[in-house]
């Protein structure tokens, strides 16, 4: 069972925080992108979906990538995308479901900014999912058991973050101010 919140104190003064990325991890479904958004937005900061900026830099669409090169390929391109927008600083990026795999990745976040874990119900995600065709590792079946099985796989990889936040019953805007309290309160 994930629990709704675990913050690790989170010591970054203000100057910090402008000087520092916010990394929101977690599986696909769970609102990276849409909460990232938001984020950014209240922060006045930039905002970096990983995924799209892979795809930007490819010129092909993840699946594709997946389909003509194979996994391990899609991580390399992600593990560089990541290095470039972590040697930036001051935004809030939107990380792939599995960029937290790599040891290298989560070093990187951690070295280099705050590392927010969303999460959510298998229900509330294989839901979110069941809108969007463009997820190559569920392609065909974004069954509750699949989506278990590599939750089960990636746990011990987003819990290792400053701070979890469940997102299965929260709006998106409810979400970005947990978030933003959060880090305010270690202010």
């Given at each position: 069972?994930?629990?709704?919140?675990?913050?690790?104190?989170?010591?970054?003064s203000?100057?910090?925080?402008?000087?520092?990325?916010?990394?929101?991890?977690?599986?696909?479904?769970?609102?990276?992108?849409?909460?990232?958004?938001v984020?950014?937005?209240?922060?006045?900061?930039?905002?970096?979906?990983?995924?799209?900026?892979?795809?930007?830099?490819?010129?092909?669409?993840?699946?594709?990538?997946?389909?003509?090169?194979?996994?391990?390929?899609?991580?390399?391109?992600?593990?560089?995308?990541?290095?470039?927008?972590?040697?930036?600083?001051?935004?809030?990026?939107?990380?792939?479901?599995?960029?937290?795999?790599?040891?290298?990745?989560?070093?990187?976040?951690?070295?280099?900014?705050?590392?927010?874990?969303?999460?959510?119900?298998?229900?509330?995600?294989a839901?979110r999912?069941?809108?969007?065709?463009?997820?190559?590792?569920?392609?065909?079946?974004a069954?509750?058991?699949?989506?278990?099985?590599?939750?089960?796989?990636?746990?011990?990889?987003?819990?290792?973050?400053?701070?979890?936040?469940?997102?299965?019953?929260?709006?998106?805007?409810?979400?970005?101010?947990?978030?933003?309290?959060?880090?305010?309160?270690?202010?």
């Amino acid at each position: 069972m994930i629990r709704s919140i675990r913050v690790r104190l989170l010591t970054l003064s203000h100057v910090e925080v402008l000087l520092k990325n916010i990394f929101l991890t977690g599986f696909m479904g769970c609102g990276k992108t849409s909460v990232g958004r938001v984020l950014s937005a209240r922060l006045g900061c930039d905002f970096v979906d990983l995924d799209q900026a892979i795809v930007r830099e490819a010129g092909v669409s993840i699946k594709e990538i997946f389909a003509s090169q194979g996994e391990p390929a899609f991580r390399r391109l992600e593990s560089q995308a990541l290095a470039r927008v972590a040697a930036g600083a001051g935004a809030v990026v939107s990380t792939g479901g599995g960029a937290v795999i790599a040891p290298e990745n989560r070093e990187l976040m951690r070295q280099t900014g705050s590392i927010v874990n969303l999460t959510a119900s298998i229900g509330a995600i294989a839901a979110r999912l069941s809108r969007d065709s463009e997820r190559p590792l569920l392609e065909g079946d974004a069954s509750a058991e699949r989506i278990r099985s590599m939750l089960e796989a990636r746990e011990q990889f987003y819990a290792d973050a400053d701070l979890r936040i469940d997102t299965t019953a929260k709006t998106i805007e409810a979400v970005a101010a947990e978030i933003l309290g959060s880090l305010k309160g270690c202010l």
